[in-house]
C-alpha cells in the first residue's frame, strides 16, 4: 500500500491547477492564465566562505578526517587535547535559477552545489569535502538541490525533485535563511534536502504547505523504506502576531537499512549524531512516528517594532513493534518547547538583546519500553535537524562551518537525556551596516541524568566582531570558550573514557562573499 501513496498525493497537488477560483477568473490552466513578467532566464548565486581556525579540538579516527558531523565525544571520535591545531577551511556554494521565458515564468528550476575542502587535505582522488592538496585535480562537487517548481497561478507552487526539507512552512527559496533559522520549529526537528513532492498555497495572511519525502529506498519491489509525510498551515492574526500548526508522520520500514552507519532509531548514526539510539537487540522492526505542534512569532526580525517573541511546542509520538509478530517494543512520547526573545535598542537589528531558552523532555530509564525523550531527523540523516540561530558555538551547534560540524549537544534530545539551556546575546553596532560586535553566554542541563554524571552539561561564553566593507561582503573574528560539567563525569557520554575530557575552545576569522 505504502508505494501508492506518492502517487496519490501527486494527483492530490495536480488537481487545484484545474480547480474553478471564482466568478471573475476562468480555469486556471496553464495557457490561460495571465503571466507574470519573466526576468533572466538564467540566474546565478553563490557563496564563497573561507576561515582560518585554532582550537583544542581532534579527531581521533582518520576515516572521519574529511567531514567531521555530530556529537562532541561521540562516535564521530572528536575529542579535546592538551595541545591546539590550526586549519584553513574553504567552501563555494553556487546556485543557478532558469525560468524560461517560454513558460511565462510558471516553471522555475534550481540548482546548488557544494565544494568544500580543507586546504592541503588530498588531491588526485575521488571524495567529497576534499581536494585543496598540491595539484588540487580531485573530484569533489556535491549535489544539494535540483528541483523543479511549477507555479499554476492564484497562489499555487508545486515543487518536486531534490529539494530543502524544512521544518518552518515559509517558502524555503523565497525566505532568507535568518528567518527559516529563527521562526517556526528553526530547523531543530527538520532541516535537509531530501527527495520528494511538495505543495503550497499562499493567501495574502496565511500558507498552507503539505508534502511526502522518500528517505530512504531499499528494495524498490519491497516495503522496506523510510517515508515521511508534512503538513503545515500558518496564519498572520495581525500585523505582528502569527502562528502555525503542523503534523508530521515518518514511516520506517527500512529496519536500520541504509548508508554506511545505517538509519533509524536502532542505528549507529544515533551515536555520531546525539540522537537516542534504541537498544532493539537486534529484533527487526517497525517505526511509526509522528509529530504535532504549534509555532508562534510576535514581530520576528524587529519589522515592526523593537521586541520579538517567538517560540515553539512540539510533541512527538509513535511506537516501533516487532517486524515478526507486530507487538510493541517501545512507545513513544516526547516534548519539546523554544522560547525566543529580543529586545532592539538602537538603530539597527545589530542593536539588539536576545535569548533563547530550549527545552526538550528526557528519559531516565532507557531499559523500560516506554521512551520519553525527543525524537528529530537526525534519527535518519546526518544531519538531517540543525538547531543553529542562537548565537553560541561549542555547546550547540554554529552555522560557521565546513567540514566540521561539531557540538556538545548536536540534537535537541541530548541523547534521549533531554534539556533545559538557553543562551543570552548583546549586540552591539558601532558603525551602521559596517561594523558591529556581540558578546553571549549559553548554559544547558540536562532533564536525566547518565550514569556516573550530573545534570550540568555546561557553560559557554564567546564573543565575534564583524566588518562589512562592501555589501554582502563580511571579515568576522569569532572566539568561544566551554567549560565542561559533571554530566561528563559519566563514560557513557565522553567517548567511554575514564577520565573525564578537558574544556574545548576555538577561535575563528572568517571571509564571506554572497555574490549575485
Known amino acids: 500500500m505504502p508505494k501508492f501513496l506518492f502517487l496519490l498525493l501527486l494527483l492530490a497537488l495536480v488537481a487545484p491547477v484545474g480547480a474553478q477560483t471564482g466568478p471573475d477568473r476562468t480555469i486556471q490552466l496553464f495557457d490561460r492564465d495571465v503571466p507574470r513578467p519573466a526576468d533572466k532566464e538564467l540566474q546565478f548565486i553563490a557563496l564563497f566562505y573561507n576561515q582560518w581556525v585554532h582550537n583544542n579540538l581532534e579527531v581521533t579516527q582518520p576515516f572521519f578526517q574529511g567531514q567531521v558531523i555530530g556529537r562532541m565525544f561521540g562516535l564521530n571520535t572528536t575529542t579535546t587535547h592538551k595541545g591546539r591545531g590550526s586549519y584553513f577551511e574553504q567552501r563555494f556554494l553556487p546556485f543557478f535559477i532558469y525560468t524560461p521565458k517560454l513558460m511565462d515564468g510558471k516553471v522555475v528550476l534550481r540548482t546548488s552545489f557544494e565544494i568544500d575542502w580543507t586546504w592541503g587535505d588530498n588531491s588526485y582522488g575521488a571524495a567529497g569535502n576534499q581536494g585543496a592538496a598540491i595539484g588540487a585535480d580531485q573530484v569533489n562537487i556535491q549535489t544539494q538541490n535540483v528541483q523543479l517548481e511549477l507555479l499554476p497561478g492564484n497562489g499555487w507552487a508545486i515543487n518536486m525533485g531534490l529539494m530543502r526539507m524544512f521544518d518552518n512552512p515559509a517558502n524555503p527559496y523565497r525566505t532568507l535563511f535568518d528567518q527559516l533559522a529563527s521562526t517556526g520549529y528553526r530547523l531543530a526537528y527538520w532541516g535537509t534536502d531530501g527527495a520528494g513532492i511538495n505543495a503550497r498555497k499562499d493567501w495574502d495572511f496565511s500558507r498552507l504547505s503539505f508534502g511526502a519525502y522518500q528517505l530512504w529506498e531499499n528494495d524498490i519491489h519491497r516495503n522496506d523504506d523510510v517515508q515521511l509525510f508534512m503538513a503545515n498551515y500558518e496564519r498572520d492574526f495581525t500585523k505582528r502576531f502569527s502562528q502555525g500548526i503542523s503534523a508530521w508522520y515518518v514511516m520506517d520500514r527500512a529496519n536500520n537499512q541504509g548508508g554506511t552507519l545505517g538509519n533509524g532509531p536502532a542505528s549507529s548514526i544515533n551515536d555520531l549524531n546525539g540522537s537516542h539510539r534504541f537498544a532493539l537487540n537486534g529484533v527487526p522492526y517497525n517505526a511509526d512516528i509522528v509529530w504535532l505542534g504549534t509555532h508562534w512569532a510576535y514581530n520576528p526580525g524587529f519589522g515592526t517594532g523593537r521586541t520579538l517573541i517567538s517560540g515553539f511546542l512540539n510533541g512527538n509520538f509513535g511506537s516501533i513493534s516487532s517486524k515478526a509478530t507486530g507487538n510493541n517494543l517501545v512507545s513513544v512520547a516526547g516534548l519539546g518547547a523554544n522560547l525566543r526573545w529580543g529586545y532592539k535598542y538602537g538603530q539597527t537589528n545589530e542593536d539588539a538583546v536576545l535569548g533563547d531558552l530550549v527545552y526538550a523532555s528526557g528519559d531516565q530509564n532507557f531499559g523500560d519500553r516506554r521512551y520519553t525523550g525527543v525524537i528529530t531527523g537526525n534519527t535518519w540523516g546526518t544531519p538531517a535537524a540543525i538547531f543553529i540561530n542562537h548565537g553560541a558555538y561549542l555547546l550547540f551547534t554554529h552555522g560557521n562551518v565546513v567540514n566540521r560540524f561539531v557540538a556538545a549537544v548536536n540534537d535537541l534530545s541530548n541523547m534521549g537525556y533531554g534539556l533545559t539551556g538557553g543562551t543570552v546575546n548583546y549586540h552591539r553596532s558601532f558603525i551602521p551596516n559596517k561594523l558591529d560586535a556581540k ?69 575563528f576569522m572568517v571571509y564571506r562573499w554572497l555574490m549575485f
Open 439 to 507: 558578546v553571549g553566554g549559553a548554559f544547558a542541563f540536562s532533564n536525566a541524568t547518565p550514569q556516573g554524571g550530573g545534570s550540568n552539561i555546561g557553560t559557554e561564553l564567546n564573543f565575534k566582531v564583524r566588518w562589512t566593507p562592501k555589501i554582502l561582503m563580511d571579515f568576522e573574528l569569532h572566539a568561544a570558550h566551554l567549560w565542561l560539567g559533571d554530566f561528563y563525569n559519566s563514560a557513557a557520554v565522553n567517548g567511554n573514557r575514564t577520565e573525564r575530557p578537558g574544556n574545548p575552545w576555538t577561535v
